[in-house]
């Protein structure tokens, strides 16, 4: 029953430099996990991109939130029902 | 025909009394000349009011004295004169005063976020997102979405099981 979903988490984890991938829906769930993710992370990545919309209420788009360090960057971006985070080896 | 004469204010010349002396002394300036007016045209105008005429006056007069207390005449108020002796030690006072501000720096604040990072604004004004990765997470969070609505339950098997206890 969930063979889309799984589906689409393996085309994410395909893209080269992608080292894992989490999808969550509005409440947090974590509905999937691929690579180096922790699926107790879903809260919170749910909780971040809505906090993020909240920045600009009146804006049609929904934000793209990017954690990044030396070596590695986590963006997470969310459409009010469910929402992504990949995880990527920093680029060059 | 009675005719009043209305002065304002005007330079005295001479001492002698006459119809065109003053009723009122102007105690703050003596130096403003203000047109005469005779009082016929007025009389002419408002000749249904002579009764008040003593009102008139008086309350020319007060209008006079109000503003004879509330004009403050600049040019001739006293200057304040420094002496020169006051003047040295003002500007000794006041020169000891901007030498012990010398030491003053501003209050300490609190750091900001960003103290460990040595340029933030190289790193702040970098592109956050290229178009490969934004193009990603956007086809990514299309796919999921259209994902999640083909997210159903498959019925395999009956979840109530009667259990047949002979």
Redesign the interface.
Known sequence: ?????I??LD??SE?AS?RG?L?A?EQGLC?GVRGGISPQSSGVITALSQQAGLLEPHSTKHP?V?LENDFRQC?I???G??V?A?Q?TA?S | MNRVTVVFRESFVGGEVSERTHLLVDPVSNNTNIQRVQSDDFIGCYSTSLPKKTDEQSALNRILQETATNVIDVAASDSHNLEQHEYLDRVKHYTQKLQSMSRWTPPRRPPCLLVDIPAPEKLLAAE???EQ??H???T??E??????V?????HKEDLVVPFRIP
Request: aromatic fraction near 2%; proline fraction near 2%.
């Open positions: 029953m969930e063979r889309s979903i589906k689409c085309n994410i893209v992608v991938c999808l829906d509905l793209v990017i963006y971006h969310g459409n029902k469910v992504t990949i990527k680029a | 956050p997102l290229t990765d934004l990603l997470i956007t990514a969070i796919e999921a979405d259209a994902a999640l083909e997210l159903r339950v498959e």
